[in-house]
């Protein structure tokens, strides 16, 4: 049985106002991650979630399948993903989708390979774990040199050590979640929680895990597009 890919995306957005559907590299960016994940064959089927008509419109147009809207109160600022997954994951069981296993994929970080996700899909497979997150090694470390602000106001690590690390390469490694996560759906329901208890990491690339929160990562996206198109 092959797995299914759930796309989540709503039509608020704070930092790049309308950015699942702003156009780059002559689509809307929803569309490369549709036609990516439809080109992948690794899918039966590829299903947008949104409360937006506009992003149902153009999802429909590149091939996704939307079997429902989302709620609005589900495509809040502070609605937790986890939930936006149950809903979907619901939904679909009750419309008669059969799957084992859901792959989110966020559209706001194109780049993300189908190699990628097959051997995330693998893993899951083969160690049977809850979950498996694509992530890359974050070279900004919280033991290092990132920090936080005090009671008082004053700047500390934001994690301590007994002894601190003499350099960056010395430190614990830490990894960046990015726009690949791929669940067990049974147990994902039964925790309902998008951080699992017993995930495990898939690492790929920092350029291929390149997110799109800010107008500068949008213009660096398009930079890569014309790289590797």
């Known amino acids: 049985m092959k797995p299914i890919c759930l796309i989540c995306a709503r039509g608020g957005s704070k930092g790049v ?21 439809i080109n992948s064959k690794l899918f039966s089927h590829v299903v947008v979630s949104t409360e937006n008509k506009n992003i149902a419109q153009i999802s429909k147009k590149y091939g996704a399948e939307v079997p429902f809207i989302r ?26 989708y059969e799957f084992e296993i859901f792959v989110n994929r966020d559209c706001t ?87 699992m208890a017993n995930a495990l990491p898939h690492e790929i690339s920092p350029e291929s895990g390149l997110m799109i929160d800010t107008e500068i990562e949008f213009k660096m996206a398009e930079i890569l597009f014309k790289l590797i198109y």
């Not at 106002?17 to 994940?37: D, E, M, Q, V």
């Not at 939904?91 to 008669?96: A, E, N, Q, T």
């Not at 008082?152 to 990015?178: D, T, W």
């Open 17 to 37: 106002p309308n950015k699942n559907i702003r156009i780059i590299s002559k689509k809307p960016l929803i569309a490369h991650t549709i036609t990516s994940a």
């Open 71 to 96: 709620p609005k109160n589900l495509a809040l600022d502070t609605t937790p993903v986890g939930d936006v997954f149950i809903h979907a994951i619901k939904k679909l069981y009750s419309l008669g």
């Open 109 to 195: 970080v194109p780049f993300i390979k189908n190699t990628d996700i097959k051997k995330t899909i693998d893993l899951l497979k083969n160690k049977k774990c809850d979950a498996v997150y694509g992530v890359y090694r974050q070279h900004l470390n919280p033991y290092f040199n990132m920090m936080e602000k005090n009671k008082e106001g004053y700047l500390r690590l934001s994690k301590k050590l007994k002894k601190r690390p003499k350099s960056r390469q010395k430190a614990p490694i830490v990894f960046q979640l990015n726009g690949l996560f791929t669940f067990d759906a049974k147990k994902f329901l039964n925790q309902g929680d998008s951080i």
